[in-house]
């Protein structure tokens, strides 16, 4: 196996140590592997995945993803803008930008023209299926559209890692089984590893793996395919 993210005996702690949100996780994610980590509100999921791609550091422990080590906090904004795709339970799109101009974003960290960034914006939306709502505000899209147009936001600067923090957390059923079929789409078209946090079992259950959290801690790795 060809471990994208490698992580070893991760601690994180708040308010004073207080509260452990992380408390020695060790952890192997294989290259293009689509897996769900899943637990109850509050046992370290979105702390974890922060950690993975970035946002965050831990107090102990290291983590390695995609060949960088995130420990030593070096080329984080390169490793940030290459390797890794967001998407948020809450889209988190600029109103006032149109849903073109929302997917061009990442691809201002890069070398790419105007001309390559609306190109490459609007095949991402042709991907997924939103190419005739380039030009309008995210305001005026469903709460499943804004999803698919932060998915094609995540995929802009192809990165080889997706990180999804319940993706689907605040849609309805239907519209969250259309993102679901996305994502599982994307992750075989794209070669791309993703990972998804949810405290759902039934998406869980659509990944590859499941890896439980609890108080921190990882309780099992769980294979379905
Ligand atoms: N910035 C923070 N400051 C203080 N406590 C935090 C912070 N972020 C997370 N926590 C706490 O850490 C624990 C894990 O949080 P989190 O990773 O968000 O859990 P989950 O995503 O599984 O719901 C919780 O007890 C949460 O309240
Ligand atoms: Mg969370």
Do not use: W
Request: aromatic share 4%; proline share 2%; charged share 25%.
């Amino acid at each position: 196996m060809v471990a994208i993210v490698k992580i070893k005996n991760l601690k994180k702690s708040y308010e004073k140590g207080n509260i452990k949100a992380l408390n020695g996780i060790n952890l192997e994610i294989e290259k293009g592997d689509f897996v769900s980590i899943i637990g109850q509100s509050g046992s370290g999921k979105s702390t974890l995945l922060n950690m993975i791609g970035a946002l965050d550091t831990g107090d102990e422990g290291t983590v390695e993803v995609a060949g960088y080590d995130l420990t030593d906090g070096k080329n984080l904004d390169v490793f940030r803008s290459k390797e890794v795709g967001f998407i948020f339970q809450l889209h988190n799109l600029i109103p006032n930008l149109s849903v073109c101009e929302n997917v061009e974003i990442p691809m201002f960290e890069t070398k790419a023209s105007g001309k390559e960034r609306t190109d490459r914006a609007l095949s991402l939306l042709n991907l997924v299926g939103l190419k005739e709502k380039a030009k309008i505000k995210p305001t005026k899209l469903s709460g499943g559209e804004r999803q698919r147009v932060a998915i094609a936001r995540a995929l802009a600067n192809k990165p080889s890692i997706i990180l999804a923090d319940e993706p689907t957390g605040s849609l309805d059923s239907k519209t969250s089984g259309d993102v679901l079929k996305l994502l599982i789409d994307l992750h075989e078209k794209e070669n791309v590893t993703l990972i998804m946090v949810t405290h759902d079992l039934n998406v869980a259950k659509l990944a590859n793996k499941q890896i439980e959290v609890l108080d921190g801690q990882i309780l099992g790795t769980d294979s379905q395919k």
